[in-house]
């Protein structure tokens, strides 16, 4: 199974993550089921934005999720604990439901936090599960995430989750290659 990541192209995948935000299992946790015009414009500002990119996962080839990379101390999350300037965060759905329950999740997420490791001032990764995404919140514990506590964010109450470097690493010996 080969995973790749690439920068999300409006043009070419905003019909595929509007699609995506109006499945039955990523609405309860995203809650962006919106029409396609104001999903639009959240991908546009998030394209504006320095501080956060957009990604399209791929698995041998078909792209099959969505993520949101960020630097977490720009990031609302920065106000819920003492954020150091190089942590990174992410936030990620997988869209068809043909991809669930497969296993797929956590080898894409160990890419995705080796990615955001690849930038050598990032020591820790962060992420904020919906506290009732209990499926998601397993995946990062096996990927080395750590729960440090719930925490109450505009828009959801979540498990504030830390991924450190020398964790992942000892975790995952050859996944920062």
Not at 59 to 64: A, F, I, R, Y
Not at 155 to 167: I, Q
Request: contains cysteine; aromatic residues 12%.
């Amino acid at each position: 199974m080969e995973i790749a990541f690439r920068p999300l192209v409006l043009e070419e995948d905003l019909e595929r993550v509007h699609a995506w935000m109006n499945e039955e299992h990523v609405i309860p946790f995203w809650r962006m089921a919106w029409p396609e015009e104001k999903i639009k414009g959240y991908l546009q500002n998030l394209l504006e934005d320095p501080h956060s990119t957009p990604y399209i996962g791929h698995l041998d080839g078909v792209p099959m999720s969505y993520w949101e990379a960020y630097r977490a101390a720009d990031d609302v999350v920065a106000t819920r604990y003492p954020a150091h300037p190089g942590d990174r965060g992410v936030h990620l759905l997988i869209g068809p439901p043909e991809y669930l329950g497969r296993g797929y999740a956590l080898p894409l997420l160990r890419a995705m936090t080796a990615f955001q490791f690849a930038d050598g001032a990032a020591e820790k990764v962060v992420a904020e599960p919906d506290v009732r995404n209990a499926r998601m919140i397993h995946v990062f514990r096996k990927c080395a995430y750590e729960p440090q506590g719930e925490i109450e964010l505009p828009d959801k109450r979540a498990l504030l989750m830390f991924c450190r470097r020398e964790r992942f690493e000892g975790r995952f010996p050859d996944a920062l290659g």
